[in-house]
């Protein structure tokens, strides 16, 4: 893609984090992206925490998925008739709890297939404290 594509599509993505029901319900942000790697942000949100506003794993899982996407579509064009995707696997390894902060996920492409990405996504809180690692495996297709 061309420098315009380029930010025509992370337009896009950010549009598509604002616009999805369930990834507003959680309070993820777009912050940013560059060809391979997006970061997102989790606003903490009473409603996403657990007995002593420790952050539900499920929130964190579903910020990785959501990470890992955006991070395989910097590799194509999201949100456009040209393309479709979809996770096919997703792992996390929660390794600190988040106790009442926002939180951010950084993922990058580790490879790119003809149509499989596997990502790699870090959560850290505002200090960068590593909270939680997964993977992600994505399919982007290619329309006919």
């Known amino acids: 893609m061309d ?8 337009e896009r993505m950010r549009k598509v984090i604002e616009m999805t029901p369930f990834m507003r319900h959680l309070g993820m942000e777009f912050v940013e992206a ?12 009473q409603e996403n925490s657990t007995f002593g506003d420790a952050l539900h794993g499920g929130a964190i899982a579903s910020l ?8 395989a579509w ?3 064009e999201i949100a456009t008739p040209r393309y479709f995707g979809s996770t096919v696997g997703c792992n996390v390894n929660y390794l600190s709890g988040a106790i009442g902060e926002d939180i951010f996920a950084e993922g990058r492409v580790l490879k790119r297939g003809k ?5 790699d996504v870090r959560v850290t809180n505002p200090a ?17």
């Open 64 to 71: 990785i998925d959501t990470t890992g996407a955006m991070a």
């Open 74 to 76: 910097t590799t194509a």
């Open 115 to 119: 149509e499989i990405i596997y990502s």
């Open 128 to 144: 960068g404290k590593l909270l939680a690692q997964g993977t992600v495996v994505y399919r982007i297709v290619e329309r006919e």
């Open 3 to 10: 420098e315009t594509a380029v930010k025509k599509n992370f």
């Open 34 to 45: 560059e060809e391979g790697c997006a970061r997102l942000k989790l606003r903490y949100q």
